[in-house]
């Protein structure tokens, strides 16, 4: 079984600062894209940035130039730094990530997905 484990989430303030991680954990063969999505209050989930196992990210523009991604293979584990806050930021954080595990005969790939860590950013 694959565990995503999440953390770094809180309260935070307008214009302020916070890093979010992810570790996948677990019978692991390999890790491919990773990712943040986020689901505002009322809102529908949506991605807000993704990195591949080769460190190529791509980000929502909602975000651009304000959070980055990154990644340490070795650890199964992303971060999301995120910088100048705003309360439209206010959401539920979830990790995502495409794994590829093994039964020692045949490989199977699927996505998992974080319980959550929830970041409100007071205005």
């Known amino acids: 079984q694959v565990q995503l484990v999440e953390s770094g989430g809180g309260l935070v303030q307008a214009g302020g600062s916070l890093r979010l991680s992810c570790t996948a954990k677990g019978s692991i063969f390999r890790v491919n894209v990773m990712g943040w999505y986020r689901q505002p209050p009322g809102k529908q989930r949506e991605l807000v940035a993704a990195i591949t196992s080769g460190s190529n990210a791509n980000y929502s523009d909602l975000v651009k130039g304000r959070f980055t991604i990154s990644r340490d293979n070795a650890k199964n584990t992303i971060y999301l730094q995120m910088n100048s806050l705003e309360s439209e930021d206010t959401a539920v954080y979830y990790c995502?990530?495409?794994?590829?595990?093994?039964?020692?005969?045949?490989?199977?790939?699927?996505?998992?997905w974080g319980q959550g860590t929830q970041v409100t950013v007071s205005s």
């Open positions: 995502k990530a495409d794994v590829a595990t093994s039964n020692g005969i045949m490989i199977s790939r699927r996505d998992y």
